[in-house]
């Protein structure tokens, strides 16, 4: 059972939008920042946003991150075959002095 | 260019030890938090440890306190960890990462291939 509750599976047709939730609490996703990953098969995990909102260098900005409250979610625009894989969330849990994850989220482009 | 290798990994019995490392170059890695992350297979992510530039504090996820030990060596630009009493459920992919900035304790912008363990009679 992860800290942090995302939906495990979501999908959308190619050229749609796309939202995951991730769901937490006072102690992480309410008074911290929350990052997203993206996993392909056989990868390690890729940094698609950080700090809420941020994207790093070289990621499109068909993807964006939003929160409120004890929750954060990751927008994907534009879909694309490419776009399906796993989808982190994470970010520190204050009470309990570490990282945290989300359980993970398949994304399936049909 | 930044570059995580982490080696060390292998089939060990319940009970046994491993201590896996991460070669990291490419930036100056006595600024940087460091951390391991694990993900068994076919399940999610899960964050295991991570070390502060000088290795004055250290963080474990509840399930490997007591039987992990997380180290720094900045000389060697080199990260370790030291798995004793191994069980079943840490049989995994273990990732080296690396926060976005030199205070990230998350925001894992650089991560290494991964070695698994595996930890089975």
């Known amino acids: 059972q992860s800290v942090l509750t995302q939906p495990p599976s979501v999908s959308a047709a190619p050229g749609q939008k796309v939202t995951i939730s991730c769901s937490g609490s006072?102690?992480?996703?309410?008074?911290?920042?929350v990052s997203w990953y993206q996993q392909l098969p056989g990868t390690a995990p890729k940094l698609l946003i950080y700090?809420?909102?941020k994207r790093p260098s070289g990621i499109p900005d068909r993807f964006s991150g939003s929160k409120s409250g004890t929750s954060a979610t990751l927008g994907i625009t534009g879909l694309q075959t490419g776009d399906e894989a796993d989808y982190y969330c994470?970010?520190?849990?204050?009470?309990?002095?570490?990282?945290?994850f989300g359980g993970g989220t398949k994304l399936t482009v049909l | 260019e930044v570059q995580l290798v982490e080696s060390g990994g292998g089939l060990v019995q319940p009970g046994g030890s491993l201590r896996l490392s991460c070669a990291a170059s490419?930036?100056?890695?006595?600024?940087?938090?460091m951390s391991w992350v694990r993900q068994a297979p076919g399940k999610g992510l899960e964050w295991v440890a991570n070390?502060?530039?000088?290795?004055?504090?250290?963080y474990y996820v509840d399930s490997v306190k007591g039987r992990f030990t997380i180290s720094r060596d900045n000389a060697k630009n080199s990260l370790y960890l030291q798995m004793n009493s191994l069980r079943a459920e840490d049989t995994a992919v273990y990732y080296c990462?690396?926060?976005?900035?030199?205070?990230?304790?998350?925001?894992?912008?650089?991560w290494g291939q991964g070695t698994l363990v595996t930890v089975s009679s």
């Open positions: 700090d809420n909102n």
């Open positions: 006072s102690s992480n996703i309410g008074n911290n920042y």
């Open positions: 990462a690396r926060g976005l900035h030199s205070s990230s304790l998350h925001n894992f912008l650089y």
């Open positions: 994470g970010t520190w849990d204050s009470s309990l002095s570490f990282v945290v």
């Open positions: 070390i502060k530039q000088d290795g004055s504090e250290k």
């Open positions: 490419g930036f100056t890695f006595s600024s940087y938090w």
